[in-house]
């Protein structure tokens, strides 16, 4: 097995909104680089990268994959990322682990909104990048327009370094501005520049030229002086530039067409940085995050990014390593967890290809099976020296479905199988709301949730329904009252009796409920009184309206009579319960509904419309803060009418907001909603 010197890797990440070919340019990097011998085709589900039963059926990539291979002397540790909003967990382990990324943009559709969400992602890590302009044969495909376009959204930064001979069903292949040499057609050719582009060449590699040469002083000076840069200096300026940022080049071709993919990789090769360039970033002691710089000869430093659960094959592990090694059939250290962990055979992956390693070096990626407390974001080290990585930070859910299974059978196996999905996606949660005795399963998007719902039954037999959830009404009641209820039975041998006068006083919102005894001289014996409580308590969990739980209600038991023989506690308990119906009835009981505190997060151009949005959902607008082409918009709004927000808000704002909600308080219902829930009931 081939072992690779820090510099000879580059862990890079394939970044875009969906569809602008992320998936068919990996295949055609595997292909170019002689990993694979077949170019499988995204449309027909045949790439090594979308091979997931899931995948190949959406025709959509869901997971990230790694994809290695090998150009030159470099080990190039290809990670293909899904480009939906739904699932941004994988887009952000993959960049947590990748020293560079390549932004692929469609020529035909340019800078979508999937692109500049993963843009302020790569932003946010700091990830130097290359833009990959792909599908350039395809109808519509404008280089000079999607240039223009990258450079109003992500600045004057983003710098072409080829352009392309040919558009559309014409294109032929690219011009090197820094090489000036041409690359057409697929096996690909050298060839001379066109003369018809010789004077966007000139023109544009001027800008090249000063670019590279900006970054460095001496470069800078021979430059303004006049004099010719040479190819080394421009490629070293260039690679300078690209790894702090002040350049992101722009190249171009067709990944269907395998045009300009060796170009790709050369400029991956020489422009991006290996991991040796990179500080590791570290949990420091009292929680403050440090620095240690990547190291062969340091202890063991791995992160783990992913954990995929498989039936079968059992629990997968994703790690990177950051300092030192792992070995196979060795025994590391659990730092985040503080505990043992045994390491079998090691993998690398190559889509769902498993190839046995029998160590993994720093800066390389592997896989692992079968740990038994490793998840996702835990530091596996060294037991003598210890450190915990900085984990990855994964967003919040948003969007909530209610989790039904069909049968009993789902039913038993239904806890196993969601802890292992939430063990896979740190995007999803589970809970039951304990009001409405629901599932609740938590996401990013629907068709998170949706194939979150298709594992279930593929990978663990396990058949569900999702549904809207119910929203947790309560019930309270507005007018105080008096009940009186007098359990009374006479049958065969010892009869039943237990009688009860309450009283019923609406308490503020918050208060909970409360229960007092006021019985005085006897007339109920003490003995009694738990039961008279437990029955209102019980009465309390399902009120007169429908049947949602009575709160910020006080129910004083003011009187009452007894009978030596025939009173017992569950007497007084029918009784309780009994006499709290009626005076919830009597009480001008009303239904409350929980309230939500949202900020939604738009660009402005958008917050009209957003308000205009939020007043049909009844919210209160409480402020707007406007910040810097985005405004944040802060408002109160009954949960029954944000269920589906993250939806509604897409549909409106074409996927370019975002926002967050959290429980407010109960408020009374309107009583068109009164009505309709009572309907349901
Ligand atoms: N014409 C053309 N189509 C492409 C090219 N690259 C990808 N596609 C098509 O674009 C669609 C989405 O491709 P895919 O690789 O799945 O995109 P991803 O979502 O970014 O992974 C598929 O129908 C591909 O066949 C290209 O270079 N030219
Ligand atoms: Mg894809």
């Not at 001027?206 to 460095?216: G, P, R, S, T």
């Not at 620095?291 to 995929?308: C, G, M, W």
């Not at 025939?566 to 009480?587: E, P, T, V, Y």
């Amino acid at each position: 097995m081939e072992q690779y010197g820090l510099e000879n890797i580059r862990n890079l990440c394939l970044l875009s909104h969906n569809g602008a070919g992320k998936t068919s340019l990996s295949e055609a990097i595997l292909f170019t680089t002689k990993a694979i011998t077949r170019l499988g085709k995204a449309d027909d589900g045949t790439t090594t990268s979308d091979y997931d039963p899931d995948e190949v059926k959406r025709k959509i990539s869901l997971n990230l994959t790694m994809l290695p291979c090998q150009w030159k002397d470099t080990k190039i540790n290809l990670i293909d990322t899904p480009g939906y909003s739904d699932f941004v967990g994988e887009v952000k382990a993959a960049i947590r682990v990748s020293e560079g990324a390549i932004i692929v943009i469609c020529a035909a559709s340019g800078v979508e909104v999937g692109s500049e969400r993963v843009w302020a992602y790569s932003e946010e890590a700091n990830l130097p990048r290359l833009i990959f302009v792909n599908k350039m044969d395809r109808e519509n495909a404008d280089f000079y327009r999607t240039v223009d376009e990258l450079q109003s959204k992500f600045g004057s930064r983003c710098i072409p370094m080829q352009l392309p001979i040919g558009a559309q069903s014409d294109f032929q292949g690219v011009v090197d501005l820094l090489t000036m040499k041409s690359y057409i057609g697929s096996p690909v050719k050298e060839a001379e520049i066109p003369s018809s582009l010789q004077t966007q060449v000139d023109s544009f590699r001027e800008k090249l030229v000063e670019a590279a040469a900006e970054v460095d002083d001496r470069l800078l000076e021979k430059y303004l002086g006049g004099e010719e840069l040479s190819l080394e200096e421009l490629s070293d300026g260039l690679r300078q530039a690209t790894i702090s940022g002040k350049v992101t080049p722009i190249l171009v071709g067709s990944a269907i067409q395998n045009i300009g993919i060796i170009s790709l990789l050369d400029a991956v090769y020489n422009y991006l940085p290996s991991p040796k360039e990179r500080d590791v970033v570290i949990a420091g002691d009292s929680g403050k995050p440090g620095t240690i710089a990547p190291s062969q000869d340091a202890p063991l430093a791995a992160l783990v990014f992913k954990t995929s659960a498989d039936p079968y094959v059992g629990k997968l592990t994703y790690f990177r390593v950051y300092t030192g090694a792992i070995d196979s059939n060795s025994q590391v250290w659990n730092a985040t967890r503080s505990e043992a962990e045994r390491i079998g055979q090691l993998f690398v992956l190559r889509g769902k290809t498993q190839e046995p390693v029998s160590q993994l070096r720093t800066g390389d990626i592997g896989a692992v099976a079968k740990l038994g407390v490793t998840g996702t974001g835990d530091t596996l080290c060294s037991r003598d020296k210890p450190l915990k990585i900085a984990p990855i930070l994964f967003p919040e859910p948003i969007f909530s479905q209610a989790v039904q299974p069909k049968t009993k059978a789902d039913l038993d196996k239904l806890g196993t199988a969601l802890s292992r999905l939430v063990e896979e996606d740190l995007t999803l949660q589970v809970r039951k709301e304990a009001d409405t005795a629901e599932t609740i399963l938590s996401g990013l998007g629907e068709t998170q949730l949706e194939v979150a719902a298709e594992k279930m039954l593929r990978k663990f037999g396990v058949n569900v329904k999702l549904d809207i959830p119910k929203v947790p009404y309560k019930e309270t009641i507005t007018a105080p009252a008096k009940a009186e209820y007098k359990h009374k039975k006479q049958t065969g041998g010892h009869g039943q009796y237990g009688h009860v006068l309450l009283k019923l006083e609406p308490l503020s919102r918050g208060s909970g409920s409360e229960f007092v005894d006021k019985v005085v001289g006897g007339r109920i014996p003490k003995n009694y009184i738990p039961a008279v409580e437990k029955g209102v308590n019980e009465g309390l969990h399902e009120g007169v309206l429908a049947g949602y739980p009575v709160v910020d209600i006080k129910t004083t038991l003011y009187d009452g009579s007894f009978h030596p023989v025939d009173s017992s506690d569950i007497c007084f308990k029918i009784a309780g319960a009994q006499a709290l119906k009626k005076g919830l009835s009597q009480g001008q009981p009303i239904l409350l509904e929980p309230i939500m505190n949202i900020k939604v997060t738009v660009p402005e151009d958008f917050t009209g419309d957003i308000i205009g949005d939020l007043n049909t959902k009844r919210a209160r607008v409480l402020g707007m803060n406007p910040e810097d082409g985005t405004n944040v918009i802060e408002a109160q709004v009954p949960l029954a009418e944000i269920l589906r927000y993250t939806i509604d808000l897409k549909s409106i704002t074409q996927g370019r907001a975002s926002y967050t909600a959290t429980f407010s308080h109960y408020e009374e219902a309107p009583p068109h909603v009164i009505q309709k829930v009572i309907a349901e009931r």
